[in-house]
């Protein structure tokens, strides 16, 4: 039976983009809302997911770690991190002196500036709810209007692309994550995600004593970030990634001392480490 991977629609975004590198061969599924996607996981529609989960400008995508925090099945089993490279679609024909009109997701738009500023300061920014919507639309547009969009929606919608690579920031990549029911057995170059507060919020030292142990047995932290918990001021969630699989005695051992100091505790996904950017 063909896998069903769950991502984040409509076909041509950079959620779409991240699912067909990964499950090329599986029965894709688009859906309008991260909300749908991991709903589609949770009650068994789907077999995975494949969501945003960080970008290295805009940070956590807050949405999925909560999932994750309080899923019942759901784990990160894979990671997948993939360069934005936005590009400048038109309808064919078209040059730069003849767009009057720029249509994308305020982001994709914000993250354009300088050419946006540079190339075509004369053109009326219009933003939509994606970038690949931005492209749909083109089609019907006329020859003033632009989009700015994945390559793969440029191919989907069979419009050609003017400029490539016209983001600010050449170094923006986003990190997807593969979410299914089912862990990951060791592969020799894992990374793991856990979530947790502590049972006494205000007791000085904290942190200390809960990274600590990491530090102790040369376990490599490759992230840690801390968001309100909505119990009130002072109380936070702590996101930590760090180099190890689970089944590991080290890490296990350090697992276990950082359980002393909290109140919640959960592995939200024990992986492999991506190798390398995924781009085609």
Known sequence: MTKTVAFLGPEGTYTDEASYLYAPDADRIPFASLALVTSALETGQVDEAVVP???????????????????????????ILLPIDHCL???PG???GDIRVVMSKQEALTQCRKFLARELRFAELIPTTSTALAVVELKEADDRTAAIGPRRSAELAGLPILA????????????????ASNG???????????AFDFDRPDAPGLVYGALRPFADRGINLTKIES???????????????FEGHVDEQHVGEAIAELKKFTSTFKVLGTYPIAQGLSVR
Not at 184 to 194: E, M
Not at 233 to 240: D, P, T, V, W
């Open 53 to 79: 989960i960080e970008n290295s400008l805009g940070g956590t995508v807050i949405e999925i770690v909560d999932f994750l925090i309080t899923s019942k099945k759901a784990q990160i089993n894979g990671e």
């Open 94 to 96: 078209v040059q730069l």
């Open 164 to 179: 490539h690579g016209i983001q600010d920031r050449q170094d923006n990549v986003t990190r997807f994550a593969v979410l």
């Open 227 to 241: 968001r309100p918990t909505g119990k009130g001021m002072g109380n936070y969630i702590f996101l930590l990634d």
């Open 89 to 91: 679609i038109t309808r």
């Open 184 to 194: 990951s057995k060791p592969t020799g170059n894992d990374k793991t995600s856990i």
